[in-house]
């Protein structure tokens, strides 16, 4: 243990986060030496808990990779790219451009082909111009976007097949599901290049997995309804991808999705959660039913004694996401700390239940994001720390978005 971190000896478990109150501080601490050097905050990935994350979620798949479709929006970094690959993973999808890009280029330095990269968003203008080029500069890889209208459906550059994006209820993109009418009119606009539906179920966050199950089983059971519709329409779409993190455990459970097919098709069904590569702080409270451990931490130190019972650490907004409410973070080993609410490079936490054992000015903290994706995507490098205990400065490549088109 380092000398300027406080002792694990008086951390009691929290209510809070029981699991992450269980989660050994000593099995992420970094040598004296190391901490030494690194300024803080800091991104910190552990490639192990990565390669233990991978490996749980192909076992709740069942053993098969090809039926995990991962977020990339998550890890956006080559290196964690690389062990998805390595894991025998071949279907993926992405947010932006830059993430696609980033992920082609580990695949064709590694020889991959044959993979399928879905960009799950909308494209417009450029942009869409841009994913265009990327099929043609990486043909080895299907490159495929969502559309929800015909008219952009139709104007898909060659080269990209298109997905149709469904709304079921989290009315952030997509068709309304009732609209069939629009979707049967979208599908037909991608003509032969149409690969499948997409189906994001990221609004279903109910409090336990009994209500998460059944609402989630209640919008796989409209979604088959619409099916129907389109096959009696002459439209038969070769993929459904459903499910982020939250649902994901309900899609495998689902009697219409059963042994990674859609009843009363041929169509192959894909779940496609991200943050479960590194996992994080929201969904260790939430998700009860799903066994992963924290493969990314920000790397902090105390900073400041403003007043009695308070420390300030220098992980702030700028360092650590915010979007998802206080606390941002979980301290590893110390469960009595509570994050209040950072300003953009000030973290300001709770210690009054601490008694005597306060944090001293220098001690490291180990902050589990609350959210992991946006965290991530607010350092432009991580220190990488490798199964055998080495480690390296990595570039996130896929942080941030591309600005011009001939860039």
Known sequence: MNPTTVSEAHAAPSARAPRLSRVSLRDYELDAALCARVMTPALVVYEDKVRRNVTRMIDYVGGDPLRWRPHLKTTKIPDVYAMLVDA??????????REARCMLEVLAARGTAGADLLIAYPLQGPSLQRAGALAAQFPATDLSVLSEDPGHAAAVPEGLGVFVDVNPGMHRTGIPLAKSAHIIAVARAAGTRLRGIHFYDGHIHDDDATQRR??????????????????????????????????????LDFPGFAGGTVQGSNALHRISPGTVVFHDFQYDELLEDVDLEPAAVVLAR???????????????SKSIAAECGNPVGFALGHPHLVGLSPSEEHLPMDVSAMNSHVPALGSMLYLVP???????????KALLVRAD?????????????DLLIDD
């Open 214 to 251: 059944a609402a989630a089983h209640a919008a796989y059971d409209a979604l088959l309804g619409l099916l129907e519709t389109l096959a009696a329409a002459g439209i038969r779409p070769g993929e459904v991808i459903t499910s982020g993190t939250p649902t994901f455990r309900y899609a």
């Open 389 to 401: 205990g080495q480690t390296e400065v990595v570039e996130v490549a896929g942080r941030a978005h």
């Open 302 to 316: 105390v900073v400041s004694h403003p007043r009695e019972g308070l420390i300030t650490c220098d992980a702030g």
């Open 370 to 380: 609350r959210h992991i994706c946006p965290s991530v995507n607010l350092a432009e």
């Open 88 to 97: 025998g993973l071949r279907a993926f999808k992405c947010a932006t451009v």
